[in-house]
């Protein structure tokens, strides 16, 4: 249970969601404060949320509920059809006759010829079809899955999001990667640390203590002591200006702030 803050309920949400690199199905949240935008820079109070991640059980009986509707509604229609069925047996049906038997077996015979001469005729195209059909689906195995690392070799978007300043350029990038995995060269630009913990402002390529480059990245909230994310670190040797290649996962975009919130997969020292 931690309680985050923003200018507004949405920004504390978002912030409270990146660090925990979780989704909004996937926690309960309660809002303590919705905040004020005060007047003329007074009364000016921050919003505040708690928010708690569901437990394994209650994440599991939220995706069973569709499974468990699903069934209901499958239940349903097979006592239909049994009572259908019921229903048509009661009725009397009366038995054909020699003659009317007769003339559907001699027509039953003559469909069977048919349709046997139709299927030998019709065997290469079908192998044909087969074979088109599985060079089509061994084509497409082949094809680069989207949830591979995002790098500036493999992503020409990754690479210019990273020489880049301009909000429309960051929030297309954002909407179309949020969710994934980025790997890159950085820098550490700020540290702020919140009680025990640490904001930790993020710049792209080498520190440069007049010059930032790229967009405002950010993680929320860490604990630098003992953390294994910072393994290739001691805690108390992370400071502004020190170089890093970091791996993260892709969280939301605060166009007011300027910036690009991640959850830290690893960071090493380079």
Do not use: C
């Not at 949320?49 to 239940?75: C, D, H, N, Q, W």
């Amino acid at each position: 249970m931690t309680i985050y803050k923003g200018k507004n309920v949405d920004e504390a949400i978002e912030k409270g969601l990146a660090a925990l690199n979780l989704k909004k199905n996937e926690v309960h949240i309660n809002i303590i404060e919705k905040g004020q935008a005060g007047i003329f820079g007074f009364f000016e109070k921050e919003a505040e949320v708690e928010i708690t991640p569901l437990s394994p059980m209650e994440l599991k009986i939220k995706r069973l509920i569709p499974y468990l509707i699903g069934a209901v509604a499958i239940f349903m229609i097979l006592i239909s059809v049994i009572i259908g069925a019921y229903s048509d047996k009661s009725t009397t049906i009366s038995p054909p006759s020699s003659t009317e038997t007769s003339s559907v077996i001699e027509k039953s015979v003559e469909k069977t010829s048919e349709s046997s001469s139709t299927s030998s005729s019709s065997t290469p195209a079908s192998s044909s079809s087969t074979n088109t059909s599985s060079s089509s689906t061994e084509s497409s195995s082949i094809s680069p899955s989207q949830s591979s690392t995002i790098t500036v070799e493999n992503n020409s978007e990754f690479q210019i999001l990273l020489q880049s300043e301009d909000q429309s350029t960051i929030e297309d990038f954002i909407k179309k990667y949020k969710g994934q995995t980025i790997e890159f060269d950085g820098n550490i630009a700020h540290l702020a640390k919140v009680k025990s913990k640490y904001d930790i402002l993020i710049h792209s390529w080498d520190y440069h203590p007049d010059e930032a480059t790229g967009p405002n990245f950010k993680f929320v909230e860490i604990n630098l002591i003992s953390n294994p994310i910072f393994k290739s670190f001691n805690g108390e040797n992370i400071k502004v200006g020190q170089n890093v290649h970091i791996k993260a996962k892709v969280g939301g975009y605060n166009e007011t702030q300027d910036l690009v919130f991640l959850s830290p997969i690893e960071v090493s020292p380079r």
